[in-house]
């Protein structure tokens, strides 16, 4: 193998971590290949010489992708003003991205990655300035260290410092709340029954007071244009859609969240519905039926 294919045998080696990076970084799959693909084509665009002279392509991969998944969070903004109804982040079957690699993933290292890619996770980033997102993910999630970060960003590496801890202090109020697995399991597969069995008091009873339901249907099909607030308003709202779609199956899958939903018509995933669980009762319903972001359980 001469020395070309060596090359690009091992860039192209980076590819699924870089799409990993790049999901945490933006929230969806289609964006996140599409940053990736963008990466690749600034490194080919190089002469040999400058190519040759870059030390660690492995560096300079993850910094151009953080780069342009940097500019891609600050138009995102104005592009969900045009969004139809309310933007979720796409949602992945368990395990399906790791920073590391192709390679089995620690059992020990789990609930660490899994959570990183869990829809209450990336809600909560969404929410964060897009300096204060790529300063969280690139060290909290793959341990870049402070001044490589503040070239991505353009800020001193003590004013990175200062956008993770900011970034670490919402994420943890988060993690300090959300229920331990089993509890959310338990609460989930009580849903599951509710809805099932179309039973409006056990279902209501599960949900907090305040609970949100959020649907994202992106324009493409049918769903809720604004959030549904209020435990029996969610209650009834998820049991009418049951009623109108009853060739639909309700069926439990492992989430980053834990246990969550598919709905599925035969062979066909038409959506994907996540949880959170604080204190034995559901906060958030997040509802993906959007066509573009289900390719991940349809494949």
């Not at 971590?17 to 963008?38: F, N, P, S």
């Not at 998820?238 to 035969?266: I, N, Q, S």
């Amino acid at each position: 193998m001469d020395d070309l294919s060596v090359e690009m045998a091992d860039v192209m080696a980076e590819r699924r971590r870089l799409i990993a990076l790049a999901y945490r970084l933006l929230g969806t799959l289609e964006e996140a290949e599409d940053a990736v693909q963008e990466t690749y084509l600034r490194w080919y665009r190089l002469s040999g010489d400058e190519r040759a002279a870059i030390d660690n392509p492995q560096g300079w991969l993850t910094r151009v992708a953080s780069r342009v998944c940097l500019d891609v969070l600050k138009s995102a903004r104005a592009r969900r003003e045009q969004y139809v109804g309310p933007w979720l982040p796409e949602p992945l079957p368990f395990d399906a991205l790791s920073p590391g690699g192709t390679g089995p993933v620690d059992p020990a290292d789990r609930i660490t990655l899994d959570d990183t890619i869990s829809t209450a996770l990336l809600v909560i980033l969404d929410a964060m300035t897009p300096a204060e997102r790529v300063a969280f993910v690139l060290h909290d999630v793959f341990a870049l260290p402070f001044p490589d970060i503040a070239t991505v960003v353009g800020r001193t590496p003590a004013a990175v410092r200062q956008l993770a801890t900011a970034a670490r202090r919402k994420v943890a109020t988060h993690r300090e709340t959300v229920a331990p697995v089993e509890q959310h399991d338990a609460v989930v597969r009580a849903f599951s029954a509710a809805v099932s069995g179309g039973d409006l008091g056990a279902l209501t009873a599960l949900l907090d007071p305040s609970v949100v339901l959020r649907s994202d249907g992106g324009g493409v099909v049918s769903a809720a244009i604004n959030p549904v607030t209020g435990a029996d308003r969610v209650a009834r709202f998820v049991l009418g859609v049951m009623v109108k779609r009853p060739g639909w199956e309700l069926v439990e899958r492992p989430t980053a969240d834990g246990l969550g939903f598919v709905w599925r018509t035969g062979d066909a995933v038409m959506g994907v519905i996540n949880v959170k669980v604080v204190a034995g009762l559901v906060t958030d319903v997040w509802m993906v039926v959007n066509p573009g972001k289900l390719s991940s359980w349809t494949a």
